[in-house]
């Protein structure tokens, strides 16, 4: 099974535009799954996507821009999502 879930991304209100691509990454830090380059740009720097991850998936999404630089990262754990 997997789960879906939205994940918004904050950066500065003048970074507009931006080209990003979210990957998941596991516990050891290795790329799990295929990257996700579907941004929605909410305005003033936000920026929305959606990841779709196994259920027992747990580590990070992280995000980055066209330069491959880490501009976003946040935890994934399974306990945290379930409803």
Request: contains cysteine; hydrophobic residues 40%; charged residues 20%.
């Amino acid at each position: 099974m997997a789960y879906t879930l939205n994940y918004v991304v904050t950066l500065m209100p003048y970074e507009t535009g931006e080209t990003l691509t979210a990957q998941a990454i596991d516990t050891t830090g290795a790329d799990s799954g295929e990257p996700i380059t579907t941004f929605v740009e909410v305005g003033n720097g936000h920026y929305m996507f959606q990841a779709t991850l196994a259920d027992d998936f747990r580590g990070a999404i992280e995000v980055t821009n066209v330069d491959g630089k880490v501009v976003a990262c946040g935890a994934v754990n399974p306990e945290e999502v379930r409803l």
